[in-house]
């Protein structure tokens, strides 16, 4: 169950990743509450979420061929450290008051833009330097933990951020998360990579492929996915849940506080609900290791969580909304995080960090135009109903896929 937890340095990037995303997660929900709070705006929760994703679009596929091209690991390092420092110079001017009525949101709107342009740079080789750590044989397993960090990052974080408005206030938490950073930072460090000849360096070493420009990269991985149906559709089924589901979460603040009355704790506790789901799938997945039948767990979990959107979407109960909120989470990363093993699997080393990039855009590149969307829907016809009808279009997608993909069903 923990077997890549064996080499040295998936150990070190687990747990400096595991840091990280707890301060990340406590900046998301404390970000999500500071906005409602400048502008009491479920337009302006949506821009926030387009802003924040929006690099997604073009970098995560410039990301993808950067990954295949120079060293995964100081790429990330770099990005890190830019995403840390934006969040420090973002909490130092919460606390000096500089940020302080809707007038000012457009500096939060900046900075969102600019750790969207640093995780946008880096998701791809976040993705394909795990095989680096690892190596092929240990690669599914090493998936499915890193699934669990990141997962159990939701559950713990957003707890951490409902103790730190209480404790410390909101720029308190925008504080941590730029420390966090410096975990992930260390931990990258100290990785060291085995060189053809057996020494050790601090480097990965390159494939040796042809360098051609980056637009013949791209336009090759593009081809690549083409030409193979099954890679194309599971990124298809991502790009499709992101679209009309990913906005949940920039709703969360407006459905805490205007359909179930609750206030900034609340919505800690809402948002380490799903967190709560998405870790057991993600603890599930690593005990069950390499299953069988991973389409029908794609299909399956995607489905499930349309179904449970359109209950928190249109529930009024807290227990009920805490319910769907828990399946929500379970049932998305059941989906995501085979996909993830299913691509990595089916995909050439040479081809990693391109495919990669396109998994990584499929929801985040899809995301900005949901949460945009999402907002100005709200507005018009209501947050229950906009999601509402999100959950129903993925569900009757992956019924529709289901039935039209037999191959997508068997695979292994």
């Known amino acids: 169950m923990f077997r890549a937890l064996t080499h040295r340095n998936f150990r070190l990037f687990w747990a400096g990743a595991f840091l990280s995303n707890i ?49 995964r690991k100081r ?22 008051g500089l940020v302080r009525d809707a007038g000012h949101v457009w500096i939060i709107l900046v900075a969102s833009f600019i750790t969207g342009c640093c995780f946008s740079l880096a998701s791809p080789s976040y993705q394909a330097i795990t095989i680096d750590l ?47 950073f410096i975990s992930i930072i260390i931990a990258l460090s100290l990785v060291r990579f085995k060189a053809p000849d057996g020494t050790t360096v601090t480097r990965r070493p390159g494939n040796g492929g042809e360098r051609q420009s980056v637009w013949r990269d791209l336009t ?40 179930l009355g609750l206030g900034e704790t609340g919505l800690s506790v809402m948002m380490g609900t799903a967190g709560a789901g998405s870790f057991l799938a993600a603890l599930m997945l690593t005990f069950l290791g390499n299953l069988r039948r991973k389409g029908l767990y794609v299909l399956g979990g995607s489905a499930a969580f349309g179904l449970s959107l359109v209950g928190f979407s249109l529930s009024t109960n807290l227990t009920l ?50 949460s945009f969307i999402a907002g100005v829907a709200a507005r018009r016809f209501g947050a229950p109903h906009t999601l509402a009808v999100g959950g129903i279009i993925i569900a009757l997608f992956n019924l529709y896929v289901a039935a039209r993909s037999p191959r997508l069903r068997m695979l292994n």
């Not at 030409?227 to 949940?248: K, M, N, Q």
């Not at 085979?338 to 899809?366: K, P, Y």
């Open 220 to 259: 090759n991985g593009f081809r690549y996915v083409l030409s193979r149906p099954r890679v194309f559709v599971l990124l298809l089924i991502s790009a499709v849940a992101s679209l009309f589901g990913a906005p949940y979460m920039t709703l969360m603040p407006l459905f805490t506080r205007d359909v």
């Open 321 to 370: 909304s805490l319910v769907m909120l828990f399946g929500l989470g379970f049932s998305i990363v059941c989906s995501i995080a085979v996909t993830n093993m299913l691509l990595q699997q089916l995909v050439t080393d040479e081809m990693r960090g391109r495919v990669m990039s396109m998994f990584m855009l499929s929801f985040i590149g899809a995301w900005p135009v949901g």
């Open 23 to 71: 301060g990340t997660w406590m900046q998301t929900v404390a970000q999500g509450w500071l906005v409602l709070k400048l502008t009491d705006s479920a337009f302006w929760l949506g821009v926030d979420g387009f802003a924040a994703t929006s690099p997604g679009l073009v970098l995560t596929l410039l990301g993808g061929v950067f990954a295949d091209r120079v060293d």
């Open 134 to 180: 690892v190596g092929r044989e240990d690669l599914s397993n090493a998936i499915a933990l890193n699934s669990t960090q990141f997962q159990l990052s939701r559950v713990v974080g957003p707890a951490l951020a409902g103790v730190g408005f209480q404790l410390f206030g909101l720029a308190g938490c925008f504080f941590v998360n730029g420390l966090s």
């Open 75 to 96: 790429l990330l390092i770099f990005t890190q450290a830019g995403a840390g420092l934006t969040a420090l110079a973002l909490a130092l001017l919460i606390a000096t």
